[in-house]
C-alpha cells in the first residue's frame, strides 16, 4: 500500500546535538511538507518542497534544514540552533502544492530533548 | 490573510448521540476546506473536503460537513457517534491556486459510554 513512513517514532536529543527524521513515501507526489504540532497549536509549517532539488521555507524554519535530494525522500535536521525543539513532527505529501489536493501524514515523530 | 478558528477545545458526547464540530474561516474569496482526524500518537487523516458545489460534502467514517459562505463555517457532523470516532479533530483552509493550507488548534472528542 501507497503511504508515508516516518522514522524513528521517538528520538531523544541532547543539548547542542543535530538530530536527522526521516521521511519517505511511495505515492509519486511532488510536494512534501514537514509540521510541527505542540498541544493547543495546531500544527505551523516547517518547510516544504515542490519538486526535487527545491524547496522552501515555511512559518517557522528557524533551527531547522532539509533537504530533496531524491521525489520519495525528505529528511527534516532539527539543529542545536533550535531553542525548543521538543515537539511531535509530521510529514505529509500530497500530489502537487496547490492547496486543493489535501495532504497524506506519516505517523509521526516524537522528539525529546534530554 | 487566511484563519481558522476551532471555538471548541473539547468535546464530550455519549455514544450513538449526534456531533457536530465547529470551524469557523477567514479568507477573501471561496476557499477549500478540509477536515482531518488524529488518533493519539499518530498522524493526520483525511475525512472530506470542500471545493466547490454541493455545499453537503460527504465523507469517510459517516462523517458530513456543510459549506455556509454567509456565516463562514465549515461544520463537521455525525449522526450517531461510536467510541472509536474519539480522537482530534482539525480543521484546515487552502488558498485557491496557492500552497498555504492552515490548520485550526484542533478540537478533542470525547465519548462517553
Known amino acids: 500500500d501507497g503511504g508515508i513512513t516516518q522514522s524513528p517514532k521517538y528520538l531523544f536529543r541532547k543539548e547542542g546535538q543535530n538530530v536527522t527524521l526521516s521521511c519517505e513515501q511511495n505515492?509519486?507526489?511532488?510536494?512534501m511538507y514537514w509540521y510541527r504540532q505542540d498541544p493547543g497549536q495546531g500544527l505551523r509549517l516547517i518547510y516544504y518542497?515542490?519538486?526535487?532539488?527545491?524547496?522552501q521555507k515555511g512559518d517557522i524554519a528557524e533551527g531547522y534544514s532539509v533537504s530533496r535530494e531524491k521525489k520519495e525522500s525528505f529528511p527534516l535536521t532539527v539543529t542545536s540552533a533550535q531553542k525548543n525543539p521538543t515537539a511531535f513532527y509530521l510529514c505529509?505529501?500530497?500530489?502537487?502544492?496547490?492547496?486543493?489536493?489535501?495532504?497524506?501524514f506519516g505517523s509521526g515523530t516524537r522528539l525529546t530533548v534530554v | 490573510a487566511q484563519s481558522v478558528t476551532q471555538p471548541d477545545i473539547h468535546i464530550t458526547v455519549s455514544e450513538g448521540a449526534s456531533l457536530e464540530l465547529r470551524c469557523n474561516y477567514s479568507?477573501?474569496?471561496?476557499?477549500?476546506l478540509f477536515w482531518y482526524v488524529q488518533s493519539p500518537g499518530q498522524g493526520l487523516q483525511l475525512l472530506l473536503k470542500?471545493?466547490?458545489?454541493?455545499?453537503l460534502v460527504q465523507g469517510i467514517k459517516g462523517f458530513e460537513a456543510e459549506f455556509k459562505r454567509s456565516q463562514s463555517s465549515f461544520n463537521l457532523r455525525k449522526p450517531s457517534v461510536h467510541w472509536s470516532d474519539a480522537a482530534e479533530y482539525f480543521c484546515?483552509?487552502?488558498?485557491?491556486?496557492?500552497?498555504?493550507?492552515?490548520f485550526g488548534a484542533g478540537t478533542r472528542l470525547f465519548v462517553k459510554a
Open positions: 518542497s515542490q519538486i526535487v532539488n527545491d524547496f
Open positions: 505529509a505529501s500530497s500530489p502537487r502544492t496547490t492547496s486543493n489536493y489535501g495532504y497524506t
Open positions: 470542500y471545493f466547490s458545489g454541493d455545499t
Open positions: 479568507y477573501g474569496a471561496t476557499p477549500y
Open positions: 505515492l509519486n507526489h511532488d510536494a
Open positions: 484546515a483552509v487552502g488558498n485557491t491556486g496557492g500552497f498555504k493550507t492552515i
